[in-house]
């Protein structure tokens, strides 16, 4: 199972830490992703860490986002800079063989 946390009210122009913990399984097999989905909008994929660190992104996270990945804790976390409005969203992590995990919600105000 996977439960995310770290989210909150932030203002914009804000940082959050957000952390997904594993519980079970080999979490250091997954490819481990975040995800988001705004009200009324379709989940997008923010980015992938890799179970050897290696990160991707999409291209509207390239820069603000950064993924990394504690295998020993079971953990992978998604620093977010430089807030804006447009980043409110529920944001869920997402693992090859985990199912999906309830997200934690983040809101920008400006």
């Known amino acids: 199972q996977l439960q995310a946390s770290g989210g909150g009210l932030v203002q914009a122009g804000g940082s959050l830490r957000l952390s997904c913990v594993a519980s079970g399984g080999n979490f250091g097999r997954n490819v481990m992703a975040w995800f988001r989905q705004g009200l009324g909008k379709p989940r997008e994929w923010v980015g992938n860490?890799?179970?050897?660190?290696?990160?991707s992104y999409a291209d509207y996270a390239q820069g603000r986002f950064t993924i990394s990945r504690d295998n020993a804790k079971s953990t992978v976390y998604l620093q977010v800079n430089d807030l804006k409005p447009e980043d409110t969203a529920v944001y869920y992590c997402?693992?090859?063989?985990?199912?999906w995990g309830q997200g934690t919600l983040v809101t920008v105000s400006s």
């Open positions: 860490a890799m179970p050897n660190g290696t990160t």
């Open positions: 997402k693992g090859t063989y985990y199912p």
